[in-house]
């Protein structure tokens, strides 16, 4: 193998590891855009929680790439908790009174503040 060759796979395996990363953090983004459109479906009893869920979306269109470890494992976190509040939407449209939507925005909330701090702290 040349040294051209070495450097070679070198930058293509940084490339493809900066599109992964890439990846999950349009995956984050457009899964919160989606969530956002759903929860504005909600009825107005549930305005705070839409509030702070368009919130959210803006505070993770502002994240940027992290080469730490902790932070692919945080986007993984928050897309799960993403879907679990998706799935708290869908129950409180369907009228269900028992949703505890604000634990699971809660929840989200301090996943975003987590990855948001790594964000900061590259900066």
Known sequence: ?????????????????????????????????????????????????????????????????????ASAKMEQDILGKITAVSSACDRAIAGNSDVDLSAQVQSLVTAVNQRKAISSSNS
């Open 1 to 69: 193998m040349s040294i051209a060759d070495f450097f070679g796979n070198l930058f293509t395996r940084k490339k493809d590891d900066n599109k992964i990363k890439n990846t999950s953090l349009e995956r984050m983004n457009h899964s919160m855009a989606r969530l956002v459109r759903k929860a504005q479906t909600l009825n107005s009893s549930w305005q705070k929680e839409k509030d702070t869920l368009q919130m959210l979306m803006q505070t993770i269109s502002g994240f940027v790439l992290s080469d730490e470890i």
